[in-house]
């Protein structure tokens, strides 16, 4: 009978502790949304190590916020528009980001390309996150004065008018307070160095927090 009584104690104390091991192997996931940056080398880390761009930066930043995110970077140094709208429908199937950041047309501008070319391909990606549910945000970039006035404000207005157009956020010049220093930026004058990025981010950061709620 005591052999009986130690036996069944002892299946019950194994059996209670592969439960307990259970519970600690399978912890309740967390509730993640992912956020998707669909950028040109200004956020990919042109000529800095990744961890000291902006997108990285960011997403320290997040990791410390409940409920969690996740921070998709799907920026390619000379991406133009055109580029990031023939990527855009691939991107929102596989992740299914809740954000889409939209960092594009600084490649165009340096072209000289159309800029009617440029707000169409913006206008298309914007419109490609209403189905997929994702908020936008649009950043806008400046171009050097050598462009000429009406290129440039052109380009300005392109940024401006669609993000009134199809409510989107938008930050009108990712590098304000920055591009004009020339401490803060690399040598070709179009990149910043890794001691002006967390600036680039505060300037993101002021109109994306509200997205995240």
């Not at 761009?53 to 390619?76: C, F, Q, Y």
């Not at 008018?161 to 920055?178: N, R, S, T, Y």
């Amino acid at each position: 009978m005591r052999r009986f009584l130690w036996l069944l104690l002892v299946l019950l104390n194994v059996g209670l502790f592969g439960v307990r091991a259970a519970d600690a192997a399978t912890p309740k996931a967390a509730s993640t949304k992912t956020l998707l940056v669909l950028g040109d080398s200004l956020s990919a880390a042109h000529n800095i190590a990744v961890e000291q761009g902006w997108v990285h930066l960011l997403k320290v930043r997040l990791d410390e916020m409940e409920p969690g995110w996740t921070v998709i970077n799907a920026s390619i140094s000379g991406e133009t528009s055109l580029g990031g709208r023939n990527r855009l429908s691939a991107l929102l199937t596989k992740h299914r980001p809740a954000v889409l950041v939209i960092e594009l047309g600084a490649n165009d501008g340096l072209r000289g390309l159309p800029l009617a070319s440029l707000r169409d391909n913006l206008a298309a990606m914007i419109d490609a996150a209403g189905p997929a549910k994702a908020k936008v945000l649009l950043l806008g970039i400046e171009l050097p004065v050598n462009y000429g006035p009406q290129y440039r404000d052109g380009l300005r207005a392109v940024y401006a008018d669609l993000a009134k157009e199809k409510h989107a956020a938008l930050v009108p010049f990712l590098l304000q307070g920055v591009a004009l220093d020339p401490a803060m930026m690399q040598n070709d004058g179009l990149h910043p160095v890794a001691a002006g990025e967390p600036m680039v981010l505060d300037t993101v950061w002021s109109k994306l927090q509200p997205l995240l709620r």
